[in-house]
Structure formats: structure tokens, C-alpha cells
């Protein structure tokens, strides 16, 4: 079992920044896939970022078109953390965001929440305009 705490959300304006972070423990692994996925008011969740290892010390982050070059994610294996760092944030950013882990490595189905094996319990951004 892997158990993910994420924190870091928060009321901003729009432009902002704001930093999100996914605390792992249990049987977690440098190997897993690790993402991000975001959930709005009377919406499906939907993904935001992943970072797959690709082998070695190197790992790939794949992103949503909707905050390709505005966020970017990273992860601290020795701390067992995920980090989203988010920039320029609008409106529509608005929602409920979730860390997510998976069992294993891979690209395959990156962007579908059923592929996640285990979940935050989602941290409120709000983005005033």
C-alpha cells in the first residue's frame, strides 16, 4: 500500500504561482508513475501532469495541453514527494487537485484515473480573477 498527503493549495489570483506537493510512504519505488490529476465542480477528474521513469536516474513528464508550459512537475525520490509547480494560473485552474501513484513504470494510460492505483485526498486551488 502506498499513502499520498498532498498540500499546497490555497486561494490566488490569477497570474499567480502556487506550489503543491504529494508526500509518498508506504511500499513506494523510484519506479512508479506519479501524477497529477484535478477535479472541478461538476466535472470529470482530469489529468494534469505524470513523471515516468524511463530507467536510470531519468524520468520523462508528460502534461495536459491545457498547462503545457505553465506547470511543471517533479519528484524527490530520496524525499519520497511529488511536486507541482504551477504558474500563471487562471480561472479555469480552479479545482480540487489529487496525487496519484501506480504500481509500476510506464507511459501506457498515463491519463486515465483508473490506471492510478493509489490517491490523495486532494488539496482546493481557487483562482479569483
Known amino acids: 500500500q502506498v499513502q499520498l498527503v498532498e498540500s499546497g493549495g490555497g486561494l490566488v489570483q490569477g497570474g499567480d504561482s502556487l506550489r503543491l506537493s504529494c508526500a509518498a510512504s508506504g511500499r513506494t519505488s523510484s519506479s512508479y508513475t506519479m501524477g497529477w490529476f484535478r477535479q472541478a465542480p461538476g466535472k470529470e477528474r482530469e489529468f494534469v501532469a505524470a513523471?515516468?521513469?524511463?530507467?536510470?536516474?531519468?524520468?520523462?513528464?508528460y502534461y495536459a495541453d491545457s498547462v503545457k508550459g505553465r506547470f511543471a512537475i517533479s519528484r524527490d525520490n530520496a524525499k519520497s514527494t511529488v511536486a507541482l509547480q504551477m504558474n500563471n494560473l487562471k480561472p479555469e485552474d480552479t479545482a480540487v487537485y489529487y496525487c496519484?501513484?501506480?504500481?509500476?513504470?510506464?507511459?501506457?494510460?498515463?491519463?486515465?484515473?483508473?490506471?492510478?492505483?493509489?490517491w490523495g485526498q486532494g488539496t482546493q486551488v481557487t483562482v479569483s480573477s
Open positions: 496519484a501513484a501506480r504500481g509500476h513504470s510506464g507511459y501506457r494510460d498515463i491519463e486515465r484515473s483508473l490506471a492510478y492505483d493509489y
Open positions: 513523471t515516468v521513469w524511463t530507467g536510470g536516474n531519468t524520468y520523462y513528464a
